[in-house]
């Protein structure tokens, strides 16, 4: 992420997510948007336990971000379970 002026310019992987699961232009705090990159960054953090296997700070930041996830899931599912469903399926997500 960098600044320039009023602007943040966001990382390529970012902006792509934000783009494909926007709900209109100029969205990024959708619950949809906040999933998607969450469970993103969950997959980064999978991957750099996998061969940090003792780094026990980011396992537990690990853990807060999927309880945030989760969070966010349980509100969708009450704002809408169709929107819920949708999403769940387009990120692979179980339940």
Do not use: W
């Amino acid at each position: 992420m960098v600044k320039t002026g009023n602007k943040v310019i966001l990382s390529d992987d970012k902006q792509k997510i934000i783009e494909e699961f926007a709900q209109k232009k100029g969205d990024t705090g959708s619950p949809e948007v906040q999933v998607a990159l969450l469970t993103h960054k969950i997959t980064k953090l999978t991957q750099h336990l996998e061969e940090n296997k003792k780094d026990n700070h980011s396992r537990r930041g690990l853990l807060k971000v999927i309880a945030k996830r989760r969070r966010i899931l349980t509100y969708l599912q009450k704002l809408d379970e169709k929107r819920y469903k949708k999403l769940i399926a387009k990120l692979g997500l179980k339940k």
